[in-house]
């Protein structure tokens, strides 16, 4: 199934937290999939930060068809094409490249781009784009920013990524624009080296508990 854009953003307004993924290993995706999906946070975000991106896609597209993948870290027009050739529903890119946005465009593939002020939401707005990731997000002003951009931007769709712990995720979420937070502390990677999935699940169960409470 191929998804809309507004389809996603539903999906993670739902979720409220996408897991932020580096794998050394693909055939580590699948337990951790697993442990996801079992726990309440059937969604990932593969950056393309390793080699092992592309493999990992695959493998949750054809064992957890119900698990809805973003590719992350796109940085060029070849990640864009293998993401999409291996399976993502979707791409984030860390900033705002015109090239890349309008690619994915091309490809009918849902794209959030990243911003961090209002010349890249500008550009965004003018390619149609209505859903950003605000990233790194702790860096750039948070929270508060995030309330200063919405002025006068006051439609765009945001997923804050950067910075996000579980101290300040519900103060994100508090804004009724931030559609889903990013984060990686609870998918970190030596947790996931270590093949602790117990632990994630603990974590997952805990994050899931939070922005639910």
Excluded at 122 to 140: M, N, R, T, Y
Excluded at 164 to 193: H, M, R, T
Aim: charged fraction near 20%; include cysteine; aromatic fraction near 6%.
């Amino acid at each position: 199934m191929r998804y809309t854009t507004e389809q996603i953003i539903e999906k993670l307004r739902q979720l409220k937290v996408v897991p932020v993924i580096a794998l050394d290993k693909a055939e580590d995706i699948l337990p951790l999939a697993k442990t996801l999906s079992e726990n309440g946070l059937p969604v990932v975000e593969i950056t393309f930060r390793s080699e092992a991106a592309e493999e990992a896609i695959k493998l949750v597209k054809a064992n957890y068809p119900e698990v809805l993948i973003a590719a992350g870290t796109v940085l060029t027009k070849e990640q864009v094409l293998t993401a999409k050739n291996a399976g993502a529903d979707c791409i984030v890119t860390p900033g705002f490249n015109p090239t890349i946005v309008k690619y994915c465009q091309a490809l009918g593939l849902p794209v959030t781009p990243g911003v961090n002020n209002p010349m890249a939401i500008e550009a965004a707005l003018e390619l149609g784009i209505q859903a950003v990731k605000f990233f790194p997000a702790e860096a750039s002003g948070g929270v508060k920013m995030i309330k200063a951009l919405l002025g006068p931007y006051c439609n765009l769709q945001i997923m804050p990524t950067g910075g996000i712990s579980p101290q300040n995720i519900n103060d994100y979420l508090a804004i009724p624009n931030v559609v889903a937070c990013g984060g990686s502390w609870f998918v970190e990677k030596s947790l996931i080296k270590a093949q602790k999935w117990e632990e994630i699940g603990k974590l997952v169960r805990e994050i899931v508990e939070l922005v639910n409470s």
